[in-house]
């Protein structure tokens, strides 16, 4: 099997296990908070990262992977940003109505494209283009109900929704520059993530549901669907690194908006969520736009590898993120290609 082949076989891996890991933890906290009464999502987003970290850890003295030290002024930016997002972005749903929230979600694409447009010279062509209105056009109509607007909330969702695409573009930049892989640079960003989280959460929480944390009353129950969620929270913020250093920033959050549109249809299987024709047709429509986006995104790539093959000195610049194949230029940098096949870094993490 070819470098490339690899490289596909890894990216399909990818994308499957951030899938299957974060409609497994939806579901969970779902029944955690609805249920069961824990509505304390920011906190139990720091214990998240505190397992993962953990996990990290055993692994690293069982040499699963090596480490790797690196500019930790950019670790710690880099983790106290994405904790600032996660933090932010619970504070968009808590003060907004949950149509204004799910806006605040969809803009993350756009203003991706524009963030990498004018700061990494990345292109995206008229027909990418295309297939994210068709998705976020989709996943709209499916997800967003009632849109009730307050200063507090949309200055607190704008915030959220720069934060959230800087943390993740840096995921993306960062693991390139520094020649890491996902896993080397979760480990090293996890404790600032889950200490930023540690400081805040309770607080926040508090502001958002008027209770306290530490005074919840911790059933048997209760402590087994936290246990749950944080051993599923490992899968996702692994798979979340693994995902944008593979492929690219915008492509993880078309994959966001899948696993939103599978989150909707097992809600209304397994747990008998309301569903009617609007879920249906939005759904419908978002998997067009995916559909194309990942068709558009590999002919691309095809395209670009084949003039690589043909001027194989020449230097080439890397402007696609397919969803579903090797990328063969590298996000945005500028590198002189040799007639190999392509060569690519490893992996990412997805927080809860």
């Not at 915030?159 to 520094?178: D, R």
């Amino acid at each position: 099997m070819g470098e490339g082949e690899r490289f596909q076989l890894g990216t399909v891996g990818a994308l499957s296990l951030s899938v299957v890991s974060s409609v497994s933890i939806v579901i969970c906290n779902k029944a955690l908070m609805s249920s069961l009464g824990f509505h304390f999502a920011t906190t139990l987003t720091s214990w998240h990262l505190l397992v993962t970290f953990c996990s990290l850890h055993v692994a690293l003295k069982m040499k699963f992977f090596e480490h790797k030290p690196f500019d930790q002024t950019a670790v710690m930016g880099f983790g106290i940003l994405n904790g600032i997002s996660i933090g932010l972005l619970n504070l968009s749903l808590g003060f907004n109505s949950v149509g204004f929230y799910q806006m605040t979600k969809l803009a993350i694409i756009p203003c991706t494209v524009v963030l990498e447009t004018l700061f990494l010279g990345k292109k995206f062509s008229r027909t990418i283009q295309l297939a994210l209105i068709i998705l976020l056009l989709g996943v709209g109509i499916a997800t967003v109900t009632d849109v009730q607007l307050n200063a507090l909330g949309s200055i607190l969702s704008l915030l959220a929704i720069v934060t959230t695409c800087v943390a993740q573009i840096m995921t993306n930049t960062i693991q390139k520059k520094f020649k890491v892989s996902s896993t080397q640079l979760l480990y090293q960003s996890c404790p600032y993530q889950a200490g930023t989280l540690l400081i805040s959460g309770p607080f926040l929480d508090g502001l958002l549901t008027d209770q306290n944390v530490f005074a919840f009353k911790y059933t048997n129950q209760v402590l087994a669907f936290i246990i749950l969620s944080c051993l599923i929270s490992v899968s996702v913020n692994f798979s979340t690194f693994l995902v944008i250093g593979k492929t690219s920033p915008v492509t993880y959050q078309v994959l966001g908006h899948l696993k939103t549109c599978l989150v909707l249809a097992f809600g209304y299987v397994l747990l008998h969520d309301p569903f009617n024709w609007r879920n249906i047709l939005g759904i419908l429509i978002a998997l067009i736009g995916m559909v194309l986006y990942s068709y558009f995104c590999t002919r691309e790539s095809q395209q670009k590898a084949n003039e690589t093959a043909a001027q194989p000195f020449q230097v080439v610049e890397g402007e696609s993120d397919p969803l579903l194949n090797a990328e063969n230029g590298k996000g945005g940098l500028t590198d002189a290609v040799v007639p190999k096949a392509p060569v690519w870094n490893s992996n990412k993490d997805l927080h809860a």
